[in-house]
């Protein structure tokens, strides 16, 4: 195993941890800032700041990657989070926390680059498993980290975020020192200007991929709900503390490697992509509809929104690592295509960017 394989898992597994500390204290951050009434508002724009940033970075921090080297991206990275963390941390009013989330969404590829170093370092027979360890690596720590922050949450709301920028200062350094310097190589006739706005451009030359990304943006529309909405439908609906709350979370992400690991398989093998693909669409809906009329927190064990849908979770990551790895880096090899591929460090999921063609 090369050290950068090692490098890459520990620092996935570090970043995902930085992110599950977070996650429960927000709404409790927020509340320093802004009435209780705007609490759920505040959070959807804190948590859509950072995706709407990435929308545009993502792509760009990509393809100077490409040009620069991994290395070098992945320390601006880390150096971005570290920031960000520091920011929240110790921000006096709003919109220095706001300031501080669009500096980690601007800077924020750490699942993209270890992605590429896998993908760089690996034979392709080899690279579908080292991407499961690095989605086991990335769930390993969405499981701890929501936990530690509830832990973390009775010294001060402000401990987990100083936690997380000391992790993503230590990820930093592992990069810093661990991390072999990959030689920038960028492609004969690539031109010097890039564009934001050309991830927007895309070249459905694959047939079907149109519809397969719909579906895609539909399940990940769908996932992201309960996520968005957990902490405070926990503390709103059913009284949570954070710690309840960082539990509950914990809980979510082990059911949901459970389901990865045992069951998606073997339901997969019986039934199908296609039935599971509907079994997990069936499971959604029924959970989000138990939900919407839960009132105790013994009920919410039960509305299905952890283990069953994470089937159809774990059946688009198997479809996207299979299909795409496979044939999308040949394609990224095409003159008119280019297939960029992004690990979502919210959910570990792969997000496929293409083309991005500079002009």
């Not at 924020?108 to 690095?134: C, L, N, P, V, Y």
């Not at 997969?268 to 939900?291: N, T």
Request: proline share 5%; net charge negative.
């Amino acid at each position: 195993m090369s050290k950068s394989l090692i490098t890459a898992l520990i620092v996935v597994a570090l970043d995902a941890i930085g992110l599950g500390l977070i996650m429960p204290v927000v709404p409790a951050l927020l509340n320093e800032f802004v009435p209780a009434e705007q609490t759920a508002f505040h959070y959807g724009v804190f948590l859509s700041l950072y995706a709407f940033m990435q929308v545009f970075c993502a792509p760009v921090l990509g393809r100077l990657s490409d040009r620069y080297g991994r290395r070098i991206i992945l320390l601006v990275s880390f150096l971005g989070a570290t920031i960000d963390y520091s920011i929240m941390a110790a921000a006096p009013v709003l919109w220095v926390l706001y300031i501080g989330r669009i500096i980690s969404g601007v800077t924020g590829a750490t699942g993209a680059i270890a992605a590429s170093i896998i993908a760089d370092t690996t034979k392709q027979e080899e690279r579908a498993r080292w991407f499961g360890f690095m989605g086991a690596c990335f769930g390993a720590g969405m499981i701890a980290g929501p936990a530690i922050g509830g832990v973390l949450s009775d010294i001060s709301v402000h401990a987990p975020f100083v936690a997380g920028a000391l992790l993503n200062a230590i990820a930093f350094c592992l990069v810093a020192f661990l991390l072999p310097k990959t030689p920038s190589q960028p492609p004969e006739g690539q031109p010097a200007k890039i564009n934001l706005f050309e991830g927007f451009r895309f070249n459905f030359a694959v047939q079907g991929l149109a519809s397969f990304f719909a579906l895609f943006f539909l399940m990940q529309l769908i996932g992201q709900a309960p996520a968005a909405l957990w902490v405070i439908y926990g503390e709103q609906r059913l009284n949570w503390d954070i710690g309840t709350a960082g539990v509950s979370l914990a809980v979510f992400g082990a059911a949901h490697t459970f389901v990865q690991a045992v069951l998606t398989g073997t339901l997969s093998k019986r039934l199908g992509d296609r039935g599971v693909l509907l079994l997990g669409m069936g499971a959604d809906m029924c959970g989000f509809l138990l939900l919407a009329f839960i009132t105790q927190s013994w009920m919410a064990v039960f509305s299905g929104t952890g283990p069953i849908p994470g089937a159809i979770q774990e059946l688009q990551q198997q479809i996207f690592t299979e299909w795409l790895p496979t044939s999308g880096f040949e394609y990224a090899e095409l003159p008119d295509i280019e297939l960029y591929l992004d690990a979502n460090p919210q959910n570990a999921q792969f997000q496929i960017w293409l083309p991005i063609r500079a002009k």
